[in-house]
C-alpha cells in the first residue's frame, strides 16, 4: 500500500507561503491510496542510472533520470524497492515518452504510483493523462496554487509517500504562479544526501523565465532562497530541463556559482525583466492541456 500524506498546515498566501514552511517532519493524516509497480532504467536521452540508498536504514532508493530532446525536458523515477510492493513515482512526465517510461517499468516490475507535475508546464503536454489511461490506479498529482486538474492536490508542507520514503513539498512560485518543489525525506531513515527536483524555478546555472502565467522575479528570487538555498549544501539539485547537457548540481553550487541568483534581489530583477526571450512555441498547445492533466482530447471529445 501506498500513501500521500498529506501534513496540513493553514492555508498560505503567496506573500507569505515562502517564510513559514519547517523542513521537520510534522504529524497529520494518512491517506492511502492504490499502488503499481517499478524499477531501474539506462543511457542517457533513456536514462542514466543511479541508486541512493540510506547507510542506516533498509530502505533504498531506486533513482532514474530520463530525458525527452524536443522539450529538453528530464522525468524523474523514483522507488522503494526495499519495500514489498516496490511503490514507485514519475516526477514531471512527457507526453512523447510514456510508452518508453512504461515499458520500463513493466520489464523492472515496479508498482507506479504517482504521475507529479512540479507545474504546468507551457514547453511539453505532460504523460500524466496518458500514464492514467494506460495504468490503472494511477494518481496524477499537482499543485493546489496551479489550477491544474488533478487526481490530488498537493500544498506547502505536505508529503508524498511511496512504500517508507517521501517527497516533501515545498512551495517555489515565482517561474509560474504554482510551482513546487519536491524534496526527498529529512532523517536518518531517508537516503542520503538529500535530492531536489526544482521544476523549472531553479536550473542547473541558471532558471526559469518569468514573464507569463504569474510569474514574478521578486518572487522567484524569494522562493529559490527561502526554500532551496536554505536545504544542506550537499543536496542534489534535478531541473526539470537542461539545454546545455548538464544533469544534475547541488545547492552548494549554485549559491556560489547561479549567474543570475548569486546576485541580490533588484540585480537579478534586471536581469529577468532584460532577457528578451522569444515567446515559447509550445504554450497555446501545451497549457490548456495541461490544465487538464494532458487529457485535452478526451475533454474536448467528451
Known amino acids: 500500500m501506498i500513501q500521500l500524506r498529506f501534513l496540513k498546515s493553514p492555508l498560505l498566501s503567496s506573500s507569505n507561503i515562502l517564510s513559514n514552511f519547517s523542513p521537520k517532519p510534522r504529524t497529520g493524516t494518512l491517506l492511502p491510496h492504490p499502488v503499481t509497480k517499478f524499477k531501474p532504467l539506462s543511457q542517457m536521452d533513456s536514462y542514466s542510472t543511479t541508486t541512493t540508498s540510506s547507510s542506516s536504514s533498509s530502505s533504498k532508493l531506486l533513482f532514474r533520470q530520463t530525458f525527452e530532446k524536443e522539450s529538453s525536458t528530464y522525468t524523474y523515477l523514483l522507488a522503494d524497492v526495499n519495500h514489498p510492493d516496490k511503490p514507485a513515482l514519475l516526477i514531471d512526465p512527457v507526453d ?46 499537482i499543485s493546489k496554487a496551479s489550477g491544474s486538474k488533478a487526481d490530488l492536490h498537493v500544498e506547502h508542507g505536505d508529503k508524498v509517500s511511496f512504500g517508507d520514503l517521501f517527497l516533501e513539498v515545498r512551495a517555489t512560485p515565482g517561474h509560474t ?4 518543489t519536491y524534496v526527498s525525506g529529512e532523517g536518518p531513515d531517508q537516503p542520503q544526501p538529500r535530492m531536489a527536483f526544482t521544476g523549472d524555478a531553479l536550473l542547473i546555472r541558471g532558471c526559469g523565465r518569468t514573464d507569463f502565467q504569474g510569474g514574478s522575479s521578486s518572487q522567484l528570487y524569494k522562493s529559490v532562497h527561502s526554500q532551496i538555498f536554505t536545504l544542506p549544501k550537499d543536496t542534489l539539485i534535478y531541473p526539470a530541463h537542461d539545454y546545455k547537457g548538464f544533469t544534475v548540481s547541488t545547492v552548494g553550487e549554485e549559491i556560489q556559482y547561479n549567474p543570475r541568483l548569486t546576485k541580490d534581489e533588484e540585480t537579478f530583477k534586471s536581469i529577468m525583466e532584460n532577457l528578451n526571450l522569444s515567446y515559447p512555441k509550445m504554450i497555446d498547445i501545451a497549457v490548456p492541456a495541461n490544465l487538464v492533466c494532458g487529457m485535452q482530447d478526451l475533454t474536448s471529445k467528451a
Do not use: F, Q
Open 177 to 180: 504562479l504554482g510551482c513546487v
Open 96 to 141: 512523447k515518452t510514456v510508452d518508453r517510461d512504461l515499458n520500463v517499468i513493466k520489464e523492472l516490475g515496479l508498482k507506479l504510483a504517482y504521475a507529479m507535475n512540479t507545474h504546468v508546464h507551457a514547453d511539453h503536454v505532460t504523460g500524466t493523462g496518458l500514464i492514467k489511461s494506460k495504468v490503472p490506479g494511477v494518481k496524477s498529482i
